[in-house]
Each structure stands twice: as C-alpha cells, then as structure tokens.
C-alpha cells in the first residue's frame, strides 16, 4: 500500500455502515459516481465522480459485520487508504490482529485485480499500437507545436504516443486529438512509464508532455523521456536512475507559474532531489509546448 495510507476512524454508526464509508470516499475525494456498496470483503471497482465515463478507477473491500471495515483507493491517483467504524484505542489487541489480516488480504487482493488491469490494457495496447501508422511532421497537433514525429503513430486522427517499461515493454498508450485534447487507454500501467526520444549517451532529460519533450531533444540532441505528467517525473526518475545508474539525469520542470502551489515546479524539484539528478526550469512564464 502506498506511503499515503491513511485511516478514517468514525464516532459509533449512528447512518448504516454503507452511508458513512461512502462519506469516507467522499471526504477523500473518491465519491462514487453511482452509490452502490456491497460489504462482502471482496474487491469491487467503480466509476470515481470526475473520472471519465467507462473508467473503474476506484477500488474497495468492506467488510460489512459486527466490526466493519475497509480498505480503498484509486489506481489512478494512486491513494490507497484505510476505513473503520471503531476507534483504533476501542479495539482489543485481538481486533487489532485481526484488522491488520483483513489489511494484508485487501492488500493482496488489490495488487493481483491491478495486475490483471494492466495486463488486459497491455493487450489492448499492442493490437491498437499495431494498428496504428507511423505519424508525419504534418499532424495537425505536431504542425502545431513545430515539433517533429518521434516514435509516434496515428491511429484515425489521434496521435498515438507509446508509454513502455524501463524493460521496453508497450503498458500503455496516450492519444493527441489534433485540438489537443489528451486521454490515456483505460486501465493501462502509466505509472514509471514513459516513451523515449533518442538514444542515451551523455545525458537523459525527462520532461511531462510530448511537445515539451520533443523540442528538447531538437534543441539540445539529449535522449529524452516523456513521463506525461508531473506526477509520473520521479516514478520515471527512479526507474531511468536504476537502468542507467551512471547516466546523467536532467528533470526538466514545466513552470506553472500561474497555478497554485506551481505543481510541475514542485514535482520537478522533488525528482530531482530523489535520484540526485540536475533541475532545468525555464524562466519565461510557462512552459510554451505542453
């Protein structure tokens, strides 16, 4: 389970046990789009409220009897938390035993749903990524950006960019309407993904968006990986740290100078400092191909 485990102890069930667990995914912003619990202990997915239709992002296991509990969280934004009616001092040392069983079972059972997620969008992505043709500069959303096609398809009219494993295996693909409009395959591994520009020599930077990736390789002719988003930097910092130990590593920040808290800053900045890796920010405002 993720570092950002958390649990949500509640004062005695005054509502059913389904209504204040469903406030406990609320207030950890994991609401349900449709409200539908079922307390078995067993691994059920659903459609976080914000997250795109069709999506299963949102998981859980609640065992709903004389002591309930549960575990939750999203595949998505990676949280990963912990619910229960008792109060953790109201708990005998056996409860507490017992609590920490149902956690290693929820825990087991989570992991092996998200292997068989990822490995069914694996699958997808390799009939599609075979489907696909290989793009050419004109692409409306390249023509653009002013940036050239590396490694990159169409498929239809979206721009296909390959996320793979620091091993070279597809786990996921990213699709570029030509308006610019982003989306990933539903259920694919993003996370210490990312899709190479180049071949490494002296130095690997690694940026969030493919635009901002391939104009850094046409400036400066480093190997570049695009890691698609600021929260995907240091997961990739630490996979490329562990594949090319003596290799240099360049973060390279998109500067969200206008967004509160700059979060491509500040996530830059955090990557940098977990593989010991060089930060590059621009300093003209924001960062101009996203």
Same mark, same amino acid.
């Given at each position: 389970?993720?570092?950002?485990?958390?649990?949500?102890?509640?004062?005695?069930?005054?509502?059913?046990?389904?209504?204040?667990?469903?406030?406990?995914?609320?207030?950890?912003?994991?609401?349900?789009?449709?409200?539908?619990?079922?307390?078995?202990?067993?691994?059920?997915?659903?459609?976080?409220?914000?997250?795109?239709?069709?999506?299963?992002?949102?998981?859980?296991?609640?065992?709903?009897?004389?002591?309930?509990?549960?575990?939750?969280?999203?595949?998505?934004?990676?949280?990963?938390?912990?619910?229960?009616?008792?109060?953790?001092?109201?708990?005998? @040392?056996?409860?507490?035993?017992?609590?920490?069983?149902?956690?290693?079972?929820? $825990?087991?059972?989570?992991?092996?749903?998200?292997?068989?997620?990822?490995?069914?969008?694996?699958?997808?992505?390799?009939?599609?990524?075979?489907?696909?043709?290989?793009?050419?500069?004109?692409?409306?959303?390249?023509? $653009?950006?002013?940036?050239?096609?590396?490694?990159?398809?169409?498929?239809?009219?979206?721009?296909?960019?390959?996320?793979?494993?620091?091993?070279?295996?597809?786990?996921?693909?990213?699709?570029?309407?030509?308006?610019?409009?982003?989306?990933?395959?539903?259920?694919?591994?993003?996370?210490?993904?990312?899709?190479?520009?180049?071949?490494?020599?002296?130095?690997?930077?690694?940026?969030?968006?493919?635009?901002?990736?391939?104009?850094?390789?046409?400036?400066?002719?480093?190997?570049?990986?695009?890691?698609?988003?600021?929260?995907?930097?240091?997961?990739?910092?630490?996979?490329?740290?562990?594949?090319?130990?003596?290799?240099?590593?360049?973060?390279?920040?998109?500067?969200?100078?206008?967004? @509160?808290?700059?979060?491509?800053?500040?996530?830059?900045?955090?990557?940098?400092?977990?593989?010991?890796?060089?930060?590059?920010?621009?300093?003209?405002?924001?960062?101009?191909?996203?």
């Amino acid at each position: 389970m993720s570092a950002d485990t958390k649990s949500y102890p509640n004062s005695p069930i005054i509502m059913p046990v389904s209504n204040t667990f469903l406030a406990a995914l609320a207030d950890a912003g994991l609401a349900m789009v449709k409200p539908e619990i079922v307390g078995d202990g067993r691994l059920h997915r659903y459609r976080v409220d914000g997250d795109k239709a069709g999506s299963t992002n949102g998981w859980y296991v609640l065992h709903d009897d004389d002591k309930p509990f549960a575990a939750f969280g999203s595949w998505k934004t990676g949280q990963s938390l912990t619910w229960t009616a008792a109060r953790n001092g109201e708990m005998t @040392e056996a409860e507490r035993r017992a609590l920490n069983e149902r956690l290693a079972a929820a $825990r087991t059972a989570r992991d092996a749903e998200q292997a068989r997620t990822h490995a069914e969008a694996a699958k997808r992505a390799a009939r599609l990524w075979a489907q696909a043709r290989p793009a050419s500069n004109d692409h409306p959303y390249l023509a $653009r950006k002013r940036v050239n096609a590396y490694g990159v398809r169409v498929l239809g009219s979206q721009l296909v960019i390959p996320a793979r494993t620091a091993d070279g295996e597809l786990a996921t693909l990213e699709f570029i309407a030509p308006d610019g409009s982003k989306r990933f395959l539903t259920g694919g591994r993003k996370r210490g993904c990312y899709h190479a520009i180049g071949r490494p020599e002296l130095a690997i930077c690694i940026a969030e968006g493919y635009a901002t990736g391939a104009t850094i390789h046409a400036a400066t002719g480093h190997a570049v990986a695009i890691a698609f988003d600021a929260g995907n930097l240091g997961p990739v910092a630490r996979a490329l740290r562990s594949k090319f130990k003596r290799l240099a590593l360049v973060i390279c920040a998109d500067n969200d100078t206008e967004t @509160e808290g700059n979060p491509g800053l500040t996530a830059a900045t955090a990557a940098a400092r977990a593989v010991g890796a060089a930060l590059a920010v621009p300093h003209f405002g924001t960062v101009a191909n996203v």
